[in-house]
């Protein structure tokens, strides 16, 4: 199953709701729900990325369903989907308009001047397949990362239009027509916008072929654009073509120039299509002292058959190439996107877990309780998880079957967890200030952050908070297989100019192939480490690293 743009981006958004869940009683029923959903699927040729997508199958049919009618307005990737289609459109006419405004002024003729071949030439074929080049070779160059310093002036214009200007345009238009959602709905697409905002710093590779389809887009139809208005001009109107130059240029040197730029298509079309005769561009030569009232009209029109095939074989096709390309090569992007990244591998580990440190235990099935699990996991199939029904009868108390989770009271380890068979938990390691955590408070964090993250601490290592000594001493310690490095920090504590350069310099060098966590807590001497969702200290926390721009780089809290 490949995953989308969108459906990453609302993977993410629906993530970062479950994770605002702040009360035990609220984890517990996200982690139950989770499991309810693996449930009710048949995993047994499932791939996690099947999982990924089938659970985001049925948290939209419920989130639209809780929504109401303009609940796509809610989703983020609904609402990128949208700008960027209506983008798409609006640039495809005007790049069109332009075009075919463009050439038919070009070709405007009044009987005394002929239009100059030359710079028609230039302007609509020569100037399209120069750009289309230097669109290669910045992609070539990008390639081989001699230029992934920053994004490019083309690239940062387009991006600032379908991420400030077009979402502005967006509701000004709704609320015009009257379609504005209510105020919940506004403040919910406004969340959305600000939310594809950020992952547009976050996730930057998977906007670039978007990006680069958009600007082909343009030039691909006003191209189009422009040989409508030829043909159409040509059609309705007698128009005469003629070259001249001041330097040395002899019919035969034109007519070799000509040959050439003609052979992709001069051998499957007729002779007097392909491009002008030698003839014919010794017959439309203007010299301005002598006009054009001694040239014959035959050679004077010889040219538009030549001009039109030249904007179709240098402007149009090759940037349909290009676009195609793009489309390929996004999809390769998306299908390279990890997937397994820790908030990703956390929800995988909620749904495969029969067991976890939240007070539920699983029970047994038996006899024709299972052939009901059967039925109801056939019921949650991947392509249609659920039905709108099913959907709606399960959204204020979670769907369950015989092998789903009850509650109990008996509360289970992680070592039970692993002894169950149920898969490892992922491997991570914890960096603390040694002078803060003592081996106390150390193993309190450890087993809180086994609880709440389903992390397997393989070590603490303590550290200085000096980038030289603690490069050399993460280098020698931490093991390779342990992902994501979690950081320890009291939240009370500003990110300051220092720290934060600190967090990039160290993602940037000995923790380059891992995520980097800021886990942030109260001070040891608190009994409760909890911080809540709506702590300042942390907010402040979040946007700072968010202004970092690096998706690798995470803030995590201690729950309550």
Not at 382 to 393: E, K, L, P, V, W
């Amino acid at each position: 199953m490949t995953s989308t743009l969108s459906d990453i981006m609302d993977l993410d958004f629906l993530l970062a709701l479950d994770e605002q869940a702040d009360t035990p009683e609220q984890t517990k029923a996200v982690a139950a729900r989770d499991r309810d959903i693996f449930c009710q699927l048949d995993t047994s040729d499932m791939s996690d990325t099947d999982l990924l997508m089938s659970w985001l199958a049925y948290r939209k049919l419920v989130f639209f369903d809780q929504a109401g009618k303009k609940g796509q307005w809610h989703l983020p990737g609904k609402v990128f989907s949208l700008i960027y289609r209506w983008m798409a459109r609006g640039l495809a006419l005007v790049a069109g308009i332009i075009g075919m405004a463009m050439a038919y002024g070009f070709l405007a003729y009044h009987g005394v001047r002929p239009v100059n071949v030359t710079l028609f030439f230039v302007v609509f074929v020569l100037l399209p397949a120069v750009l289309f080049l230097f669109t290669l070779a910045g992609l070539f160059l990008r390639r081989i990362s001699l230029f992934r310093s920053g994004p490019g002036v083309f690239f940062t214009l387009i991006s600032g239009v379908l991420f400030r200007v077009v979402p502005g345009i967006l509701e000004r238009a709704m609320k015009h027509f009257g379609k504005m959602p209510d105020d919940t709905g506004k403040a919910r697409l406004e969340a959305a916008l600000y939310f594809i905002r950020t992952k547009k710093q976050a996730y930057g590779f998977l906007f670039f072929w978007p990006m680069v389809i958009l600007l082909s887009l343009g030039a691909l139809f006003f191209s189009f654009g422009a040989l409508g208005g030829t043909l159409f001009r040509v059609a309705v109107s007698d128009v005469a073509f003629g070259w001249q130059s001041t330097l040395v240029a002899t019919p035969s040197l034109v007519h070799d120039v000509v040959s050439l730029v003609a052979a992709p298509w001069a051998a499957w079309v007729p002779d007097y299509l392909s491009g002008p005769s030698l003839e014919q561009i010794q017959g439309s030569r203007i010299f301005l002292k002598q006009g054009i009232a001694s040239l014959a009209t035959e050679n004077l029109v010889s040219w538009w058959p030549f001009l039109c095939f030249a904007m179709v074989f240098y402007a149009i096709v090759p940037r349909l190439l290009l676009i195609l390309a793009g489309f390929y090569a996004q999809r390769s992007v998306l299908e390279q996107f990890d997937l397994h990244r820790p908030r990703f591998r956390r929800l995988l580990v909620r749904m495969k877990s029969p067991v976890m440190d939240i007070g539920f235990k699983e029970q047994p099935v038996n006899g024709s309780d299972q052939t009901s699990a059967r039925h109801d996991r056939q019921t949650y199939s991947r392509t249609d998880i659920g039905g709108a029904a099913q959907a709606q009868q399960n959204i204020k108390q979670p769907f369950r079957t015989a092998d789903t989770p009850q509650k109990n009271t008996e509360t289970r380890t992680s070592e039970d967890v692993n002894a169950g068979g149920v898969g490892v938990l992922t491997p991570a390691v914890v960096l603390v200030l040694a002078s803060i955590w003592d081996e106390t408070d150390q193993a309190r964090i450890q087993e809180l952050i086994r609880q709440q993250f389903l992390l397997d601490v393989l070590q603490v290592i303590p550290i200085d908070m000096d980038l030289e000594t603690d490069t050399d001493l993460l280098e020698k310690r931490i093991p390779r297989d342990a992902d994501p490095v979690i950081l320890l920090q009291e939240v009370w504590q500003p990110p300051i100019r220092g720290l934060l350069y600190y967090l990039v310099q160290l993602k940037q060098g000995v923790l380059a192939d891992k995520n980097l966590w800021v886990l942030l807590t109260r001070t040891p001497d608190d009994e409760d480490l909890a911080v809540a969702a709506d702590d300042t200290d942390f907010t402040v926390w979040q946007t700072c690293i968010a202004r970092l721009g690096r998706p690798d780089i995470l803030v995590e809290r201690i729950r309550p």
